[in-house]
């Protein structure tokens, strides 16, 4: 049997994007008695716990423009960003019916408000607000920390009605090292050769891993980047460019086309942190909750999204990243009403413009439709980019 092309597999990736009734893991959960699935809101969850349990992890990442917000709309006010109401719209039209629990990870003041929301709605559904550290201090943060994984364990287990021994958790952070090391490995590949690896196409084969078995997503990921590599596709003059900003509410795939479109290769991004938030291998030796802790105090992605002890640090992992990746520029590209990335965002232009790194803004809503302005603003971008490296 021939190894499938990366049409084939995008193809695929693609369609799972576009199902909003998440047939892969409704099937994932009838396939066998007893199967438990637990929902999560994006940026950062400690998938292993879930996958311990013998559950599936499910990104729930709003509906996108696909989605047609009607009931959604009557819970959150105008001035707030979209994911929380079409994640709404998802709820009350029984998309999301077969899933036993919600996580709403500490992201912002609207996810927070959405975890108590969603205990007054499906008061039948487990739903709990998963908090992380503010303080980075071992006997601080790092007990705290493991405090709230050790409950949210308690929980799972008394949802599925089975232990989590440490024994399942270690397994269970070994299959996630090496999804989070293809995922380097592919955001490696296509920073060398994004010519051959469309962004849009990266994002749809590592967003495919919200709602697969982590095993499955991991096959996808190596057969996309065989597929890819092997490929001869033309090099064009494009600006090298990373993203910042797309770390919650995600943006519509024709968005990434457009950036392409206008002539920026995409060389990094913060789109599905959740994927990738632990930065090399947690280990597997000793206790598992107190290795994930110790992975998300002091290994771990910088982000908006994220508490910074040292404001020094804000914003030098966006010049690390474009000089690791070649880029010679960065897009600001953020959900209107996105708290975390409006607000960091004119300490991280500053630390830019110290280095001496082009950027530019706009924002979006997960349901725009008109991409045009965004590809002139862009095609603008690259343009400029290109008379300033030749003057």
């Known amino acids: 049997m021939s190894a499938p092309s990366t049409g084939d597999i ?51 990442l709003g509906g996108g423009d696909q989605l047609e917000v009607i009931h959604g709309d009557a819970y959150y006010q105008s001035y707030i960003c979209r994911i929380p109401r079409s994640t709404i719209e998802l709820g009350v039209t029984g998309r999301l019916d077969f899933v036993d629990g919600m996580l709403f990870p500490s992201i912002c003041d609207v996810i927070r408000n959405l975890s108590g929301m969603w205990k007054v709605m499906f008061p039948r559904v487990y739903s709990r607000y998963f908090d992380v550290p503010q303080t980075y201090e071992d006997e601080i943060g790092g007990t705290f920390y493991v405090g709230e994984m050790t409950e949210l364990r308690r929980d799972l287990e008394e949802i599925g009605g089975r232990k989590i021994t440490d024994k399942a958790l270690r397994g269970s952070i070994d299959v996630y090292n090496k999804n989070r090391r293809l995922i380097r490995r592919l955001y490696e590949a296509r920073a060398q050769r994004p010519w051959q690896m469309p962004a849009w196409e990266v994002y749809l084969v590592v967003r495919a891993g919200m709602v697969l078995p982590v095993e499955a997503h991991s096959e996808i990921i190596e057969q996309y980047i065989a597929a890819a590599l092997a490929e001869d596709k033309p090099v064009r003059d494009n600006s090298r460019v990373v993203l910042s900003g797309l770390f919650c509410e995600q943006p519509p795939l024709n968005l990434i086309k457009s950036l392409e479109l206008s002539g920026c290769y995409v060389v990094d991004d913060d789109l599905l942190l959740v994927t990738r938030w632990l930065i090399g291998d947690v280990p597997l030796d000793g206790d598992p909750i107190y290795n994930l802790a110790q992975a998300f105090l002091h290994h771990s992605e910088s982000t908006a999204a994220k508490y910074e002890p040292d404001q020094e640090e804000k914003g030098r992992y966006l010049v690390r990243a474009v000089k690791r990746t070649g880029a010679e520029g960065v897009i600001f590209t953020s959900p209107s009403f996105c708290d975390p990335a409006l607000l960091d965002r004119p300490m991280l232009q500053s630390v830019l413009k110290s280095a001496g790194i082009p950027f530019i803004a706009f924002k979006y809503a997960e349901n725009s439709g ?22």
């Open 10 to 60: 995008v193809a695929r990736c693609q369609d799972l994007y576009e199902d909003l009734d998440f047939t892969a893991a409704r099937q994932w959960k009838e396939a066998k008695k007893g199967r438990k699935v637990i929902g999560f809101m994006p940026v950062y969850i400690p998938r292993e716990i879930i996958h311990a349990a013998g559950m599936l992890p499910l990104g729930i």
């Open 370 to 391: 008109q991409m045009q302005p965004i590809r002139e603003q862009a095609g603008t971008f690259a343009d400029s980019i290109k008379l300033w490296s030749a003057a």
